[in-house]
């Protein structure tokens, strides 16, 4: 009978220890689930602030490189703005000499527009067309109107003063006359 009992009392324990992991493993389970859980949302988190950063970064270097363009574009632009009176002493005084006083220094100072303009051109400056084209308010400066009917209406018959773009930017209008 005791072997009986001390049967029982085995049986009972090893019953009792298997409860006992079972409820254990299923602690363990739980709690490994909650921890992944928990783990998984911070990387979900973490990844989210990280592809949310990179788009900052990429959005700052785009806007800086942008600035910079425009920074070198406006630096360009005052500085031909500054060089175009120049340039229009230099047409004037071509303009004024005549066929028959030509000479060596009124060539030598051609050849100094000329050299002056192709650098212009170079660096992407161009004049603005404007004798025989629509008026474009856009790129030309009406100064003045003139009834024409050998013209069509808006069309600009006269040119004052010489536009200039550099690129797309428009740093002198043409003054112009527009016949209605």
Do not use: W
Request: glycine share 2%.
């Amino acid at each position: 009978m005791i072997e009986l009992a001390k049967k029982n009392i085995n049986e009972n324990t090893e019953n009792m220890n298997e409860e006992i992991v079972e409820e254990i493993s299923e602690e363990t389970v739980e709690e490994t689930a909650e921890t992944e859980t928990v783990e998984k949302e911070k990387y979900d988190e973490l990844y989210d602030k990280h592809l949310r950063l990179m788009a900052e970064y990429d959005n700052f270097k785009k806007r800086t490189q942008k600035e910079k363009e425009e920074l070198g574009t406006f630096a360009v632009s005052a500085t031909i703005e500054k060089l175009l009176p120049v340039i229009d002493n230099f047409e004037r005084a071509l303009d004024s000499v005549s066929e028959e006083e030509k000479n060596t220094f009124s060539e030598g100072v051609e050849m100094v527009y000329r050299q002056m303009m192709e650098i212009l051109d170079k660096m992407g400056v161009s004049e603005i067309e404007a004798i025989g084209c629509e008026f474009n308010p856009e790129i030309h400066n009406a100064v003045m109107h003139v009834d024409d009917d050998t013209q069509d209406a808006n069309i600009v018959v006269e040119q004052f003063m010489k536009g200039y773009k550099y690129k797309d930017k428009v740093i002198r209008y043409s003054m112009v006359k527009v016949a209605n």
